[in-house]
T-cell receptor, first 108, second 114 residues
Framework: QKEVEQNSGPLSVPEGAIASLNCTYS??????FFWYRQYSGKSPELIMSIYSNGDKEDGRFTAQLNKASQYVSLLIRDSQPSDSATYLCAVGKDDMRFGAGTRLTVKP | DAGVIQSPRHEVTEMGQEVTLRCKPI?????LFWYRQTMMRGLELLIY????????DSGMPEDRFSAKMPNASFSTLKIQPSEPRDSAVYFC????????????FGQGTRLTVV
């Protein structure tokens, strides 16, 4: 079982729609959870961090964490073509491990 | 703050040669990570340092890979001898509060071994 799993996608949504990205993790003792965005040929860029159960909102982005289900998600509201990228889920405990990423395409 | 700085940005070398990648973390950050990214394997953690001390190097592929952090502002990842399968993008990242806090990435080094 992979430590951090994501739907590989690709995920395609129309402009203005909500994009939903999901991630599960295997270590129940994990303490911190992050979403990174990576444009093609660029480095990962941190967009959200969440440490406790529930929702955390930042502009058009909402991260949701459910530790009991070992599940973290990212919602992007009013998706824009500029949101087209690969989204990486990362889980922190004794170190930081990444999922394989979900490629999102937002079509105009 | 200039962010995490890596050099070189691109490296092309012949099989069997020694390669050294360099990283300057964000000032004040006490954790430093080396990752390798390929299409097949995604982003893999190679090694991380906390307060300049290597904590976990279980991700280092084999003895050909070594990493050092002689001080808080500099780290190196060395591959000797290099092989074509080492071709990848190598990222360095740093964080302020340890391995489970927000990490910020450098621009990466694209290594090609021919």
């Amino acid at each position: 079982q992979k430590e951090v799993e994501q739907n590989s996608g690709p995920l395609s949504v129309p402009e203005g729609a909500i994009a939903s990205l999901n991630c599960t993790y295997s270590d129940r003792g994990s303490q911190s959870f992050f979403w990174y965005r990576q444009y093609s040929g660029k480095s990962p860029e941190l967009i959200m961090s969440i440490y406790s159960n529930g929702d955390k909102e930042d502009g058009r982005f909402t991260a949701q964490l459910n530790k009991a289900s070992q599940y973290v998600s990212l919602l992007i509201r009013d998706s824009q073509p500029s949101d087209s990228a690969t989204y990486l889920c990362a889980v922190g405990k004794d170190d930081m491990r990444f999922g394989a990423g979900t490629r999102l395409t937002v079509k105009p | 703050d200039a962010g995490v700085i890596q050099s070189p940005r691109h490296e092309v070398t012949e099989m069997g040669q020694e390669v050294t990648l360099r990283c300057k973390p964000i000032s004040g950050h006490n954790s430093l990570f080396w990752y390798r990214q390929t299409m097949m394997r995604g982003l893999e953690l190679l090694i991380y340092f906390n307060n300049n001390v290597p904590i976990d190097d279980s991700g280092m592929p084999e003895d050909r890979f070594s990493a050092k952090m002689p001080n808080a502002s500099f780290s190196t990842l060395k591959i000797q001898p290099s092989e074509p399968r080492d071709s990848a993008v190598y990222f360095c990242a740093s964080s302020q509060g340890g391995p489970s806090t927000e990490a910020f990435f450098g621009q990466g080094t694209r290594l090609t071994v021919v």
